[in-house]
């Protein structure tokens, strides 16, 4: 956490404020537009604004339902749950949404696979009992939250002994839209779509899908993380936390990081 904060303040004072976020992009109040690669630590790996998933966050306050009352939008966690881990788009939803602030903490999440988005690797998550999944949903306040999706055969029992977290139906129907939009998304990304920035991104970076795991050594990442952000890139703070390649950004987006290579040390 102290190494998000950090970053949060080294943002702010070189560039200013963020005042907009869009897409890879945020946009500081010096009018410099920042190359996101950290993107919330994935929960913005579908990008920042324009999703349809706010549009639906937005419905449901504006229809008022924010209190702590049975909705629809709760139903359609399930929904959208079992329609990403079984391709369950019609009929009964095949999993119960658990939600909760910390899988690890959960007795029946133990040990369970967390579902990566645009995965490298051919995971037949429909074979899990349970799923553990982190919404694409990039909000701050929300990003503590955690999605565990049951086989609705096996799901009686835990809701007796698990008190999963009330969402309000703006927060419900915004994480069940990101599940839809991030469907749609892993269709259209694909290995293509990332590794036409290798030539850049591997000298420091290897890359497997669209997340990327630092070469740079250990003990020389902090200083890297400035390097990128004087370069006008925004890479993951955290060592084990992957950075994601910006899809759908131009490549002249890393000039600046290619015409002045990382050196550890150059800066002491």
Not at 13 to 21: D, L
Not at 154 to 168: P, T
Not at 197 to 210: E, H, I, N
Not at 226 to 255: M, Q, T
Request: with cysteine; net charge neutral.
């Amino acid at each position: 956490m102290n190494e998000i904060l950090s970053l949060s303040n080294d943002i702010f004072e070189r560039y200013g404020a963020i005042k907009r976020a869009r897409g890879c992009f945020l946009y500081t109040e010096k009018s410099i537009r920042l190359t996101d690669m950290y993107r919330e630590g994935g929960r913005a790996i579908l990008g920042w604004g324009g999703s349809s998933a706010f549009t639906m966050l937005k419905n449901a306050l504006n229809r008022g339902s924010t209190g702590s009352f049975c909705t629809r939008e709760a139903y359609q966690l399930d929904k959208a749950a079992s329609a990403l881990i079984d391709n369950r788009l019609s009929g009964k939803p095949s999993r119960k949404v658990f939600v909760c602030h910390c899988a690890s903490d959960v007795p029946f999440a133990k040990g369970a696979k967390t579902y990566t988005p645009f995965s490298p690797e051919r995971v037949d998550y429909s074979t899990e009992d349970v799923v553990i999944i982190e919404p694409p949903l990039p909000l701050s306040a929300f990003s503590s939250v955690t999605l565990i999706a049951v086989k609705a055969e096996k799901s009686d029992c835990i809701g007796e002994d698990f008190a999963s977290v009330f969402l309000s139906a703006p927060m419900a129907a915004g994480v069940a839209r990101s599940l839809f939009d991030l469907i749609k998304e892993e269709r259209e990304w694909q290995e293509k779509d990332f590794f036409i920035y290798d030539s850049v991104l591997t000298k420091y970076w290897t890359r497997k899908g669209c997340y990327l795991f630092p070469k740079v050594k250990r003990e020389d990442y902090e200083e890297f993380v400035r390097h990128c952000l004087d370069c006008e890139i925004v890479i993951s703070p955290l060592y084990d936390v992957p950075s994601i390649v910006p899809f759908g950004a131009d490549k002249g987006v890393f000039s600046k990081l290619k015409n002045t290579p990382f050196v550890s040390g150059a800066s002491n």
